[in-house]
């Protein structure tokens, strides 16, 4: 069984930055692509990022140029660089992990584990 923690999660100014980092622990990888979603209130869960084990990247178009996610493999740990906050980014941040390849990483049918979320809170 894999676990994954998110943490980093809290109130921020916009405009301000914050990192986030999942660990991963257990027996196994955390997968082959580690990505982070985000569920904001009201709204339904969205794709945020992706990395897959070789350093692929994926991001959705509203946080590219602004968001980096980034992987330390040795550490099983994924992190996600969140430059120029915007209050629309203001979200639960979820970490997952998939081990499928070449598949459509912003699905999230596609991910096998999923941490508890932490919560990421830009303010005016």
């Known amino acids: 069984q894999v676990q994954l923690v998110e943490s980093g999660g809290g109130l921020v100014q916009a405009g301000g930055s914050r990192r986030l980092s999942c660990a991963a622990s257990?027996?196994?990888?955390?997968?082959?692509?580690m990505g982070w979603f985000r569920q904001a209130p009201g709204k339904e869960r969205e794709f945020v990022a992706t990395?897959?084990?070789?350093?692929?990247?994926y991001y959705t178009d509203s946080v590219k140029g602004r968001f980096t996610i980034s992987r330390d493999n040795a550490k099983n740990t994924v992190y996600l660089q969140m430059n120029s906050l915007k209050p629309e980014d203001t979200a639960v941040y979820y970490c997952?992990?998939?081990?499928?390849?070449?598949?459509?990483?912003?699905?999230?049918?596609?991910?096998?584990?999923w941490g508890q979320g932490t919560q990421v809170t830009v303010s005016s």
């Open positions: 997952a992990g998939s081990f499928h390849l070449g598949v459509d990483y912003t699905e999230e049918s596609w991910y096998a584990y």
């Open positions: 257990g027996r196994t990888s955390s997968g082959y692509a």
């Open positions: 990395i897959t084990w070789t350093g692929n990247t």
